[in-house]
């Protein structure tokens, strides 16, 4: 069992408005930083490494990565889920969503989950 204890503090000084949170293919932590509109990269010392997404995000809340490295993000206000290089953070893909997008979930069989806010819903998408 955990006790809840803070053992590390991350990110303070670029993280605005934090959502959501996802472990990368080699350990590194990817968070959603939905003021800044981008996902911020630290490794597991909590060192900020890279963003991804500059300038492509509108806001963002969710974030997931698949097993190919690649990083996808639940985009609130641009109604859909973007697809991130995992590296670089260049767009790969739009998936439009029906709905305002929260957070999202790729299994290891490559199936896509979203739930959205408007309307309140659990969906699978293509």
């Keep these: 069992l ?17 959502f959501g949170i996802a472990v990368g293919p080699r350990g590194d932590l990817l968070v959603v930083s939905s003021g800044s509109r981008l996902v911020q990269v630290f490794d597991r010392d909590g060192n900020a490494q890279r963003t991804l997404g500059q300038g492509l995000l509108r806001h963002p809340y969710g ?27 260049t767009r790969l893909l739009s998936i439009p969503v029906p709905g305002r997008p929260r957070g999202v979930l790729v299994t290891r069989r490559g199936e896509i989950f979203v739930t959205t806010d408007t309307p309140p819903a659990l969906l699978q998408i293509t």
Excluded at 4 to 18: A, H, M, N
């Design 2 to 18: 955990r006790t809840g204890e803070t053992i590390g503090v991350f990110g303070r000084q670029v993280l605005r408005d934090p």
């Design 63 to 89: 974030v997931c990565v698949d097993g190919r490295g690649r990083v996808y993000v639940a985009d609130n206000e641009a109604g859909a889920i973007e697809v991130l290089d995992g590296e670089i953070g």
